[in-house]
């Protein structure tokens, strides 16, 4: 019992990595979208936060990257700091793409960096390309799982056309 629990939680541990990394692109480029239309980092996490909110209220499913966003929003509005929050949120993920970003939000805090826009639409650029060929991964590895039933589907087809033409011999 011990064994299958665990090898179910490790289960469930890699689906939620997975979802992280699928979503990473749509968040590191809404980020973008808000930073570039004026908004405040803390601002944008706000306005993520609230449509995922209001998202999950019209019966929409969980999402672990935006659960781990809506939490940081919640760190926020505590007394932990801008930059702590933003540093738990890299943590919390485990992904290198998420501390990278968290990296970034909290350099740009403590340093103030006017490059910021720039840096988070290469991080969207970046993230899209690996999202591309991670999709590409998943499509070769798709092909060669459906290699073994169209080989059993010919054999089945050559059986239908091969068993009447010997019996009429």
Known sequence: IILLSDRDLHQQLEKRKKSLKREYPAIVHKLALFVGAGMTIRGAFQKLAGDYEADCRKGGSQISAYEEVLYTCRELRSVVSEVASYEHFGKRTELQEYIRLS????????????TLLERLR???DKAAEERLQQSKK???????KLLVPMVLMLAVVMAMIMIPALSNM
């Open 138 to 144: 998943l499509g070769e590895e798709a092909g060669t």
């Open 122 to 124: 290469e991080e969207a």
């Open 103 to 114: 990296t970034l939000l909290a350099q740009n805090l403590k340093k103030g960096n006017s």
